[in-house]
């Protein structure tokens, strides 16, 4: 890995989310400096390289189209290949960046997908063969961070935000209901209607509740949403008899979240891999990473290949 550039968009934290058109715009403008600095940063030339790998989706159309298109403009300037990847392929690939881990995951493994669009348990027997076990039935465990940090007036995004203040807070301080979801399916949207309406109750009691409980608040939430992540991936071991589990996605960054599954791992003879955080959020080193294996096996994306907001796994 030479260089891994990011550019965040500090635009949406003044509107306390992602605004397409915003995001799309910041996209265009960043680019082409991101581009150039990660050439420099790595000491390459153009010339060198061999393929463009670029993000097809799924994600935000409007940001997607402006990579792919300049993904083809550059991949037809330099002669060199054009290879489409998978986000969420991605981020599990990103395991197998030389420096993301002492040692890759052996195959199989089931890895854990946790970001701001997806929640999944994949079945991984191979760099290209990957089954979903069980998904998310509607909010994404990063979404239901991010909206239960707006009700308790936190900025955007708030995954990391809660992470911070669940440091000095007590976990257990208030219970929140589990949902009860059957297999290897999630569902966070229930604790986040949970957590509005007992704010609104504590609140009308006491106007300061959020404030002078925010650390608790922080943790309690926290550690709901970890345990129904790490109770469903107990779960996908024993049916699959699988006891290699990797953390992918922007919530793998969640502290408690790795200390939750080390701490398990060792309870259960589990072995885990969890990736550096530069490899946790979105970053291009694991769109490289996926594209480079994509190359080895010739699996390249004609010129007339299309940015696709929900192409599946
Ligand atoms: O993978 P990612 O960077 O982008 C998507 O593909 O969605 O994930 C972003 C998500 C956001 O919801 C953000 O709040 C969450 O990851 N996130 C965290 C932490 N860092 C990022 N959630 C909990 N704790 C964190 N430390
Ligand atoms: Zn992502």
Redesign the pocket.
Known sequence: MLSNVVASQAVHEAYGGVVPELAARAHQQHIIPVVHGAFQRAKVSKKAIDAVAFTRGP?LISALLVGTSFAKSLALALGVPLIGVN??RA?ILAHFIADANPAPPAFPFLALT?????TQIILVEDYFRMTVLGETLDD????A??KI?KVLCLP?????Q???LARSGDPLAFAFPRPKVEGLNFSFSGLKTAVRYFLQERLRRNPDFIDQRINDLAASV?YT?VEILLEKIGLATARHGVKRVALA?????????RQGLRDRALRNGWEVYIPKLQY????AAMIAMAGGLKLREHLLSPLDTAASARVRL
């Not at 946790?280 to 970053?283: A, F, K, P």
């Open positions: 994600g986000h969420m981020h946790v970001s701001g669009g997806h994404a465990a990063g979404e961070f991010d940090a955007y995004p708030g995954g990391p809660i992470d911070r926290q949403i996605g922007g919530v793998s960054a969640n502290a408690a979240l946790t959020t979105d970053n």
